[in-house]
């Protein structure tokens, strides 16, 4: 075996890497919780209109640090638990059900995993089988396609036909079922759809949809409807501002480093 005693060298680059230590990561957390703070802060000396520019900011600490596989929050603290959402359960029309700030924390006891708080339904539509997607606009249509797989997509074609109508005077593209009353294919269109996330709005798609569409880059297209969720409640705070403060709360009590962290807290938040 050759010795390299003598002429063992390395050389800086950009490739290597290495893992934060406990308090690396710790430093990294309170960096994100600052971002929120600086956020909250400027936002109250902020005119209203400016409003927007602070979420799209906050929203990517939530992100990075509750929806992330490599999440050093989650790394920190494994077993990480979020108040669950619990808020002024409101039907804005007729089916459609939305859970609306402001949101109160529970007692501990009744705190969720990650997991389990991310796939909490923040909006849903009541729908059934029977009444759901009997007729479609082409370009939901083609949103619709766009998050199935292949072969639900070609399922899809096969359950609608595609027809050309008139609408207020204007000719559109529709689709609409070929077999409305068949029960069982009626059952295969719902599960298809309820898996897309059609019928149900829950915090990671919300959260996720917001720093996408917004956040991480401008995309024009992006959901009307989901963005209509994200106002302000009487004390000026959106449901992403909450989700902000309720995180840094959670982690105050779970994490024994940051138990010290925003001691001025205000009540209000908590």
């Known amino acids: 075996m050759r010795c390299v005693d003598d002429t063992y060298e390395t050389e800086l680059n950009f490739v290597d890497q290495f893992e934060l230590s406990r308090n690396g990561m710790v430093k990294e957390i309170k960096t994100e919780f600052d971002i929120v703070r600086y956020c909250l802060a400027e936002q109250n000396k902020s005119q209203e209109q400016y409003a927007p520019v602070f979420d799209r900011i906050i929203i990517m600490p939530i992100r990075k640090l509750l929806c992330e596989k490599n999440s050093v929050l989650i790394k920190i603290c494994p077993d990480f638990l979020m108040p669950k959402l619990i808020g002024v359960e409101s039907e804005l029309s007729e089916g459609h059900k939305v859970i609306l700030p402001p949101y109160k924390i529970s007692s501990m006891q009744d705190w ?18 029977e009444t759901i997607g009997k007729m479609f606009p082409d370009f939901t249509y083609e949103y619709i396609k766009n998050k199935l ?15 050309e109508v008139q609408f207020k005077g204007e000719k559109i593209i529709i689709y609409t079922k070929k077999d409305p009353d068949n029960s069982l294919i009626n059952i295969e269109i719902f599960e298809m759809l309820d898996k897309i996330g059609y019928n149900s709005l ?4 919300f959260i996720k949809h917001m720093s996408d569409k ?3 880059h401008i995309d024009v297209a992006h959901s009307i409807l989901i963005e209509t969720l994200n106002n302000r409640d009487g004390l000026g705070l959106t449901p992403v501002t909450y989700f902000a403060i309720q995180m840094i709360y959670a982690a105050k009590k779970q994490i024994l480093e940051l138990s010290d962290y925003w001691e001025d807290m205000p009540e209000l938040m908590v």
């Open 202 to 205: 829950n915090l990671y798609n």
């Open 214 to 216: 917004r956040g991480a």
């Open 149 to 163: 797989d292949r072969k639900n997509r070609a399922k899809l074609d096969s359950f609608y036909q595609k027809e």
């Open 112 to 129: 969720m995993p990650v997991k389990e708080w991310l796939e909490q339904s923040i909006s849903s539509f009541n729908r059934t089988p």
